[in-house]
Every structure is written in C-alpha cells, then in structure tokens.
C-alpha cells in the first residue's frame, strides 16, 4: 500500500498513475478510482463492495464493486480522509485478508489488489481526533511518499508551464515557440497556491487568448 500525501492540486492522482504504470504486475490493467470526498458513505461502499440484487431499495440487480473490477491491478482512493467510518471498518479487513461481501451478500470474494491512496489532511490529526481509524492508517501508510508544493520546486514551473502551452496550443492550431524572459520571471515568482492545476488553467487561459507563437 502506498499513502500519497500533499496539498490539493500538487499531481497526487498523476502519482498514483505513474506508480501503476510502473508496476509490471499490474500496469496490464486499468487503474480503478475513487474520490471518496465527492460521495456520501453508503455510496461508497456500494461504490467499493458492490451490491447483491434487493440489498436496498434501488438495487434491482446485482453489482460488482470497484474492489473486483480493481482486481489485479490497483485501486487508487483520493481523499481518503474523507471515507465515512463504517467503511474504513470494512476497507480495513480488505486489506488484512484480501476478502470481502457485497453489500447484502453472504458470500466471502476474494481479490488481489494493491491500494493506493491519497490524501491533502495530516491523517496524524485525523487519528487523534478520532475520524481516522489508526490500524487502517497503518495498513494504507506502508509506503509514504510526500509530494512537495510547487512553490517548493520552482524548477519545475517553466517545464510544466511549457508542456501545459504547447499542448493547448498545438490543440488550438497555433504556433508555439516558447515562453520569453518577462512571462519566465512572472511565472518563477509566482506562488502558485493552487499548485500544478492552476498552472496547467494559467496555461491553457494563456493559449486562448495568445496571439504570437511567443507568450
């Protein structure tokens, strides 16, 4: 298990992928996601666990769940600190045997996947307070990797800035040559608090509205 940490907007997401896709056992297969910030908890574990058919109300057939389609491959949680309590009881034993239920089955599934998960809150603080199981911490936390802001890498602003403009304007059917000294200072100084994603929008707004190959 792999534990992403960082601010919003820093390529936690485009870390996950890369770790996938370095992974010879399981790059064969797509990575499967789940936002587990933008769904409420019973979502979510129908979301993760899948359902058996009359489980609830709307469950007019049955589901397979993230957890089996991630099967061989990697489930990616972004913003794990926001999973509901319930589930992280559940996540919990997934982790530990590698088994699970749908919801409303009887029925014990195994898989065999490899979770990685990410999240910009100090989950330290989360455990304290009590919304963070410490022994699902401790599973998910085997590998930490902190990805630094991007005003802590200010090296790498031009680059990026570069890649996210050619491509917009290579999209647009415009010429691009480059980005001249004045925009490179702008740029370098700036401190980006919305990290790489505002970046890539400062960009892409730049392309539309750029006349000459130079910005």
Request: aromatic share 6%; charged share 30%.
């Amino acid at each position: 298990s792999v534990l992403i940490h960082g601010e919003s907007g820093s390529g936690k997401d485009l870390m996950a992928r890369l770790i996938h896709s370095l992974t010879p056992s399981r790059c064969n297969q797509a990575m499967v996601e789940l936002n587990c910030a933008a769904i409420t908890e019973q979502l979510a574990e129908s979301e993760l666990f899948g359902h058996e058919r009359g489980a609830f109300t709307d469950a007019k057939e049955a589901k397979r769940g993230l957890l089996e389609l991630a099967d061989e491959s990697t489930l990616f949680l972004d913003e794990i600190a926001d999973l509901g309590p319930n589930v992280q009881g559940k996540l919990l034993r997934v982790l530990e045997t590698m088994r699970f239920r749908r919801v409303g089955g009887t029925k014990d599934r195994e898989v065999n996947v490899r979770v990685i998960s990410a999240t910009h809150q100090d989950l330290n603080t989360s455990v304290e307070a009590g919304r963070f199981r410490l022994d699902l911490f401790h599973r998910l936390d085997v590998f930490h990797l902190e990805l630094p802001a991007l005003r802590e890498r200010p090296e790498d602003i031009l680059s990026l800035a570069e890649e996210f403009l050619r491509g917009t304007m290579q999209r647009l059917h415009k010429p691009f040559e480059g980005i001249d000294s004045a925009a490179a200072e702008a740029l370098k100084t700036y401190a980006f608090p919305g990290n790489v994603r505002e970046l890539k929008n400062i960009m892409e707004r730049a392309a539309l509205l750029q006349s000459t190959p130079i910005l």
